[in-house]
């Protein structure tokens, strides 16, 4: 154990404290929240929009001039802050 010994003689040992500090995940309001809808069948998107029945008004009419293309992709973006306690 050469290796052991050379540390032992020429490392110091150094300590360390830790403080944890409890944080808070909530909802962001003034980050808003987005709306978009995906075909499935296609690529395209309602695009991201402020207004939830802004992007089910477009999968309607995109289903009316596609009526194959029935099965959409929801997503729905909120925003998020974490905070100290």
Excluded: N
Excluded at 52 to 80: G, M, S
């Amino acid at each position: 154990m050469p290796a052991l010994r050379a540390c032992q003689a020429g490392c110091a040992m150094t300590r360390a404290t830790y403080r944890f500090i409890e944080h808070t995940i909530r909802h962001a309001p003034e980050g808003g929240v987005v709306f978009e809808l995906c075909c499935v069948t296609c690529p395209e998107t309602s695009g991201g929009q402020a207004v939830q029945v802004t992007a089910q008004d477009w999968a309607l009419k995109h289903t009316a001039a596609h009526p194959e293309h029935d099965l959409f992709r929801r997503e729905v973006t909120d925003f998020a802050r974490v905070t100290r306690d």
